[in-house]
């Protein structure tokens, strides 16, 4: 659920990975998989200096998250260069901690409107979660099951206009209530449709998908889509003139730290 119209969000780990190794250094480098724009993750670098008085560290991003297509790749990575952190320099942060420092440093570096609490929380806990983001709060846990089938589709992205997404706030406001109750399939449907419809998407693969007894829709602010099904392999078939399929599974627990 995006958080944009109402500052409350929910959002489900995927086994997509993105990995960050750290080391100390004369002073700061970071090089990564994607060709991404690098100026956010120096910035948190800084914030983070500035809280915890460390020193220079070279950081290396690898993975195989795909990244600027609402996938929150960008969260992921802030909470493995976290997390990374804590283990390095003993920094004394709990996942909980790293998911809220996330969220904090999104907003201040121009990562996310909201900081997208709920998606730091999903990918550092393991776990799916309502959460209101403004507060940086957990609402409620969901329990999120299934296979996971993520669609790349070949049009660029929405219009991503923050008023038209906020416009949708009412429909956005009966998916929360319904998430609040644990109908968190409900909740989907009702997120992919109201911001679909908001950011122009072609409705087509996520009434395929409801059509045939799956739910999901645009993931944050899209291109990329994320679905959930019973039958992922008949959902592939059906899904496969959209765009390229990407299987995932739903983790059971929190992201490793080695």
């Known amino acids: 659920m995006n958080a944009i119209a109402l500052g409350i969000g929910a959002s489900f780990p995927l086994s997509l990975k993105v990995v960050a190794e750290v080391c100390e250094a004369d002073g700061d480098a970071v090089s990564s998989y994607a060709d991404i ?3 956010p993750i120096y910035k948190a670098l ?6 915890f008085k460390f020193g220079g560290v070279a950081v290396r991003f690898s993975g195989d998250l795909p990244t600027a297509g609402g996938l929150k ?3 992921a990575a802030l909470n493995s260069l976290i997390l990374a952190l804590n283990e390095l320099f003993g920094l004394g942060l709990s996942r909980l901690d790293a998911a809220r420092l996330n969220a904090e440093i999104s907003k201040a570096v121009g990562i996310s409107v909201t900081g997208a609490f709920d998606d730091a929380t999903a990918s550092a806990l393991g776990e799916a979660w309502l959460t209101d983001n403004g507060e940086n709060a957990l609402l409620r846990k969901l329990d999120v099951s299934g ?9 660029g992205k929405g219009r991503g206009r923050l ?4 416009a949708v706030a009412p429909a956005v406001r009966a998916a929360v209530l319904y998430a609040l109750r644990g109908d968190w399939k409900t909740a989907m449907a009702i997120n992919a449709i109201a911001y679909g419809f908001a950011l122009g ?7 395929e998908a409801l059509r045939m007894g799956a739910v999901g829709g645009v993931s944050g602010t899209g291109p990329s889509h994320v679905f ?3 039958d992922v392999d008949k959902l592939y078939s059906a899904l496969s003139r ?3 399929l990407i299987r995932a599974e739903i983790p059971s627990g929190p992201c490793a730290v080695t």
Do not use: F, K, N, Q
Not at 148 to 153: E, H, R
Not at 163 to 166: A, G, L, V
């Open 228 to 230: 959930v099904a019973d």
């Open 163 to 166: 008023e038209e997404m906020r």
């Open 46 to 51: 800084e914030i983070l200096r500035a809280r």
């Open 242 to 244: 959209y765009g390229r």
């Open 201 to 207: 998407y072609d409705p087509a693969p996520t009434i």
């Open 147 to 155: 296979a996971a089938l993520v669609l790349i589709p070949p049009w």
């Open 73 to 75: 790749s960008s969260s």
């Open 37 to 39: 724009d690098l100026s």
